[in-house]
């Protein structure tokens, strides 16, 4: 009997769903939102694949503190249609952050995780908050400092 040695082995992983906090009232958007795609696509651990779901869910706190660089407070839109004629509607990023903080966080990540099914999966297991409580105290996350 022979066998294939041209097969991949892929070992199952064992461990469990590791919650992360992050707190981004200390971050500027692109890098905090770059690390936190890294740790959903488990880019951090040995047993990276890029088309496995990660064993990682990540909690955003104090998302209305978030900063960026130069003027991109007073100068970047963001942008939503409605699907109608006309339907177009754009707002700064001063108000966007007064009005719904989570948003801008949304929509950085959005961009930096695949555009698949894979993608989809990976930001469900994204909690953001507008300030610093949430209800997921019982998971134990473990404070990350990005850097």
Partial sequence: MSINKNKTFLKKSEENVKWYIVDAQNYKLGRLTSKIASILKNKHQAEYLPYQEGKSNVIIINSKKIQTTGKKSQQKSYKR???????????????????????????ALKGMLPKNSLGRKLFKKVKIYPNNQHPHQSQNPIQINID
């Fill in 81 to 107: 249609h409605s699907g109608r004629p006309g339907g177009m509607k754009t707002e700064i990023f001063k108000k966007l952050q007064e009005r719904i903080p989570n948003r801008i966080i949304e929509h």
